[in-house]
């Protein structure tokens, strides 16, 4: 099933904002990342978890989500997973089941919501071009601040509350740990650190250092093409260079001779060895911040 999106300004509405009506998330990954590695691409089962799309209320209609959690318990620690640039697709939502099977409910919102439907897109500087450009930071950290008040009113815990995010979603795990003070830890991979400034995306993590109310751990490659050492380098001098506790409490970890998304195992940039160091550096990250 395909989503339905209506492109119909609503009274009230902020001028070029759509209200979101969505039935479904798309299925399957999006045609920019075709084809799929389907030899390393992991499958995780959803016996004993109850997943599935939800709706989660906005304030300019209702936003659908991808949520994994452990059937018949409540009070679970919390994660919000961030997609990257490709949007809620199969590996997503594998990774809101690989959480959801350790104990956690994991959620992952369509942060995409009013701007398209990234599984239809064949180019990715289509992709970028015509929605991802186009989301702005405020409409993110809203609809995440939403997604945290569904999640603690359906199953989770809202004094264990974590968040963490791959690529595009890499850099928003960092702006949301400086956003809400209710966050206990980020783990944020691969995630762009210094960028220019738009209106869109006023801020990107390297100034929001001294603003950062929860540690975040940092997992990024050095032979990223696109997310220089230089810059890794110049954040992990701030970090230490910051007086707040939660920038010192941070830190990245840089594989060396890792490509960017290593943890794609749907893509031929995935390096399995890389890969599940990190899924255990995140387990670890989100236990030591009290998130288990």
Known sequence: MTEARSNLSQPGAEPGRRRIVVAALAGGFALSVQPIEAQSLITTPSTGLLAGDVSIPVADGSMRAYRAQPDGRSALPTVLVVQEIFGIHEHIRDVCRRLAQLGYLAIAPDLYARQGDPTRISEVKTLIADIVSKVPDSQVMSDLDATARWAADHGGDAAKLAITGFCWGGRITWMYSAHNPAVKAGVAWYGGLVREATPLSPRHPIDIVDALKAPVLGLY????????????????????????????????????????????????SYREKQAADGWVQLQYWLQRHGVS
Request: glycine letters at 8%; aromatic letters at 8%.
């Open 221 to 268: 490659g050095g032979a990223d093409s696109g997310i220089p050492n230089e810059t890794v380098e110049r954040m992990q001098a701030a970090l230490k260079a910051s007086s707040n506790p939660a920038a010192q409490a941070s830190t990245i970890v840089l594989y060396p001779d890792t490509p960017h998304g290593f943890y794609a195992d749907y893509r031929p």
